[in-house]
């Protein structure tokens, strides 16, 4: 067995393995042979003073381990140029995700999840190096204090350095209740402090899973049968194995794969491969198949989510209003194609990868490898985006399936074409909503029901319970309106030909995006204004009303716009987070559309990294937007149709308009913020369209043949 | 054996002449920093410069390229504009996952070198080639401005 700490220092030493240092330090000598403290797994204290911290997260970009470090000193009381981060190994005894019970990052939660098991660790820590230090000077703990990574004991002028209490504080008892800091006491939580990860990302020098170079490697590029579920028929290889660098042909039941000196060398051969496929059961498989079971589903009922009042009742005479809103099928294309390194010898394995569920590559490693779990390490690495998409293990699999063919350690990377046509896709939904009006714009009876996937039945069984997924009505169940009379169902209907899965934003991408154009339309019928509108049933949610209110306020809601130009609202309360935004866009006379400007207020409770914060409402909006824009993936003859940038297409800098984040302040718990500015994006660029042209748009992305000369 | 100059170091690599510059650097040279993130000229990811004009190295068969100046990422902070585009890439937190960040620094450079002080228009022009897919283009588009500002 593979003790958690020894693998631990494997992955510090191991190949691959990326520590940032927080800021320039030069350690005073410290006394020779003295073993690391290990308080907890997240802490390791050495007797130079450095503080090395495993993060139990995974950063992709969303500033997470900056901010987890943030935490962990801010309690530790740790000096903020001392410390220094590494990743963590597989190991869910420990690095487990509360919020899931498995080892992953996802569902915008690392900071909600982890912000008091965090705060603990560091807190607990402190207080055994506060101990050690009051035993050594015989003074009352109590008479001590902690700054810049020192004890202080104030009444006789002393302090000690961390680093020189370890031999001591090493042996001592960590208590499991330490008390935490009063917020008011932060010192680093709340401050835009410089991310770590950010340096080795401008020149070069950071190691992403694709970077992976262990000695000896060769390299892959591999060919899955390009429908679902079919298998390979005849391969000719002849012409692969004349190109210059290509080693290997490796052909399994389901794939094909090239093993060259490099990757043009893999890739060449794999274009030379002459491969015929029996395509399967889904050979027919076409997205109007797709759409057309989703839609006979929604007929169904659904399974009840959540009822408040009599919905039934409520809606059951008079002039209810109902329409349906879909979201299509998307790929996730992070922009480092998928990818891992595998090396499997006869007693055992190792992988290199970026993920965002590294138990699960452990157990994919080994299960395709044939062996024990134990025998195979994992080196996680920097993720060059992962929206969900490495919430998967699949790369990791078909990556160890392959090396089991090949002497040494071989890197396989999926071409961007490979990665658009085997994403796990965000699911297509389809949306019915009902509503009644009271003769005073009143929102008296309410349904809605979602259709489609539901991924944590696939990926959390315990999770999907009594026909309900929690993620497929998320956002729904909880809307944040006064309604008296509301219904909430779901319908589990999977789609044939393709795999589902999670992408940024998950459920309430669509829910919020049905939910708030149908509350645009039905403002539009009260004659309402759309921030009144919502303003006026927002009563039982004060934060959402706030900053509903400031983003009317900065975005100059109700002033004056050129022809085609309008402004869209969209409120959310997903992810723990209160946000409200507002998007101006212009229609020109062909329907292109020209986003004008964006502003988003956020509460998000207790901020820890207010930079981030906004940098991934800027950043989330723009995946959104790139997604209303132009996602869409479609099927035919079971085979995905896109395959690269060039048709499935990603906004670019040309056709970025200001984005304007403005922060709330306030003590509340932290909620999560990672995949919010996603959410709020399409509706509120559907509702723009809307003001801008009358068109009420309810399917993504945006079609611009509906929307091309129209004019409010 | 093809000779090439990378960096200001010569090199010879046993490969086709036909195969891109991108996967000679990756692959055979080690120099990671270079990206792959389309093989199709769509996304920028691969922009090296060559005697210091941006491109993308995935489209450059490296049996053309003589003894033309390769630079890459790893050494573009030598330079006057790749060392001011990095300092503001870090004063203005542009970047998030970074894997496109090799080729928006390289973009960047590029432009500031044939446009000391780009408006917006130049801006759009020489980064519209360049994918992020985390969205940090509004801070690429004001690090450009501050990187510029910061030009004597
Ligand atoms: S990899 Fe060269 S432009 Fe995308
Ligand atoms: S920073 Fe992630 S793709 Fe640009």
Redesign the pocket.
């Known amino acids: 067995m593979l003790d958690a700490r020894t693998s631990r220092r494997t992955v510090l030493g191991g190949l691959g393995a990326t520590v940032f240092v927080a800021g320039f330090h030069v350690p005073r000598a410290g006394a020779a042979g003295v073993a690391d403290m290990e308080p907890n797994a997240f802490i390791r204290i050495d007797a130079q003073g450095f503080i090395t911290l495993t993060m139990p997260q995974v950063e992709m970009?969303q500033g997470t381990y900056t901010s987890i470090s943030m935490i962990l000193a801010e309690e530790l009381d740790a000096a903020w140029d001392h410390v220094k981060v590494e990743h963590a190994p597989p190991d869910e005894t420990h690095y487990a995700n509360p919020a899931f019970g498995v080892q992953a990052t996802g569902n915008s939660n690392s900071i909600r999840a982890f912000w008091l098991p965090l705060r603990k660790a560091g807190a607990g820590t402190r207080a055994v190096l506060v101990e050690a230090a009051a035993r050594g000077w015989k003074v009352p703990a109590a008479e001590c204090r902690t700054e810049n990574s020192q004890v202080v004991h104030d009444k006789s002028g002393r302090r000690v350095a961390y680093g020189d209490l370890v031999a001591r504080a090493a042996a001592m008892p960590v208590p499991t209740d330490a008390p935490l800091k009063d917020p008011k006491q932060f010192k680093l939580i709340g401050r835009s402090l410089r991310r770590l990860d950010t340096p080795v990302k401008t020149d070069g020098t950071a190691v992403y899973g694709i970077d992976a170079l262990p000695p000896g490697v060769k390299f892959a590029a591999l060919m899955q049968s390009p429908v679902l579920g079919g298998k390979v028929a005849h391969v000719d290889d002849a012409a692969a194995k004349k190109i210059k660098g290509v080693r290997q042909i490796v052909v399994l039941d389901d794939l094909v794969a090239v093993v060259g000196d490099h990757m043009w060398a893999a890739k060449s051969g794999l274009e030379a491969l002459d491969v015929a496929w029996n395509d399967g059961a889904n050979a027919e498989i076409s997205t109007a198949d797709i759409w057309a079971r989703l839609r006979k589903a929604s007929e169904r009922d659904g399974a009840v989510a959540k009822t408040v009042g009599d919905a039934r009742k409520a809606l059951g005479e008079g002039d209810v209003y109902t329409q349906t809103y879909e979201v299509p099928l998307l790929a996730h294309a992070p922009?480092e194609p998928l990818n891992c390194t595998v090396h499997v010898r006869p007693d055992g394995a190792e992988a290199w990868i970026g993920s965002q569920v590294l138990a699960r590559v452990q157990r994919a490693v080994a299960k395709a490898a044939g062996l024990s779990v134990e025998t195979v390490v994992v080196h996680n690495h920097l993720l060059?985006?992962g929206f969900g998409r490495r919430l998967e293990p699949d790369m990791a699999f078909v990556a160890a399936r392959i090396a089991k063919q090949v002497d040494g350690p071989v890197k396989v990377v999926w071409t961007r074409e490979e990665d658009i046509r085997h994403d796990v896709y965000r699911p297509a939904y389809h949306d019915l909503l009902s509503a009644k009006l009271s003769r005073d714009g009143r929102i008296v009876g309410w349904k809605h029901k979602t259709a489609g996937s539901s991924i944590l039945a696939r990926w959390l069984p315990p999770a999907f319970r009594n026909g309900v997924d929690g993620d497929g009505v998320d956002g729904a169940a909880d809307v944040p309106y006064d309604i008296d009379n509301l219904r909430v169902e779901f319908v589990r209907e999977e789609p044939p030909g393709v795999n589902t899965g999670f992408w940024r934003g998950v459920g309430p991408n669509n829910n919020v995006f049905a939910i708030e154009s149908f509350i645009d339309e039905l403002a539009h019928r009260a004659r309402i204004d759309p921030v009144a509108f919502r303003r006026a049933h927002l009563g039982k949610t004060p934060r959402l009303k706030a900053a509903l209110d400031l983003v009317a306020a900065k975005s100059n809601w109700g002033s004056a716009l050129p022809p085609r130009a309008g402004r869209g609202v969209a409120v959310q309360v997903a992810f723990a987070s209160f946000i409200a935004t507002v998007i101006e866009a212009e229609v020109d006379e062909a329907g292109e559309v020209l986003l004008r400007r964006i502003d988003t207020a956020v509460d998000t409770g207790t901020i820890v990294n207010p930079d981030t914060v906004m940098a991934q409402l800027q950043g989330g909006l723009i995946f959104g937007l790139t997604a209303a824009l132009y996602g869409e993936i479609t099927v035919e003859k079971g085979r995905v149709q896109q395959s690269n940038f060039h048709d499935y297409r990603m906004l670019r800098m040309d056709q970025v308009p200001p984005i304007n984040v403005h922060l709330i302040r306030n003590g509340e718990p932290p909620g999560g913020i990672g995949e919010t500015g996603t959410t709020a994006s399409m509706p509120a660029l559907r509702n723009a369209i809307y003001a801008a042209t009358g068109v009420a748009l309810r399917r993504m992305p945006i079609d611009r043949t509906l929307i091309a000369g129209a004019r409010r | 054996m093809i000779e090439l100059r990378v960096n200001g170091e010569a090199k010879s690599v046993d490969v086709a002449p036909d195969m891109p510059l991108l996967w000679v650097l990756r692959d055979v040279l080690h120099l990671t920093g270079t990206k792959f993130g389309c093989g199709i000229a769509q996304c920028g990811a691969c922009t090296v410069h060559i005697d210091g004009k941006p491109v993308r190295s995935c489209q450059l068969a490296v049996g053309a390229l003589g003894n033309r100046a390769i630079t890459t990422i790893e050494k573009i902070g030598e330079t006057p504009a790749g060392a001011r585009v990095q300092k503001a890439w870090l004063d203005l937190e542009v970047?998030?996952?970074?894997?496109?960040?090799s080729g928006?620094i390289m973009s960047a450079a590029a432009l500031l070198n044939s446009v000391p002080h780009p408006d917006d228009a130049d801006i759009d022009a020489a980064m519209s080639g360049n994918?992020?897919?985390?969205g940090?283009y509004v801070r690429i588009r004001a690090a450009i401005k501050r990187a510029a500002a910061e030009h004597a």
């Open positions: 970009g922009m060059g985006g | 970047i998030q996952c970074g894997y496109c960040q928006q994918i992020c897919r985390c940090t």
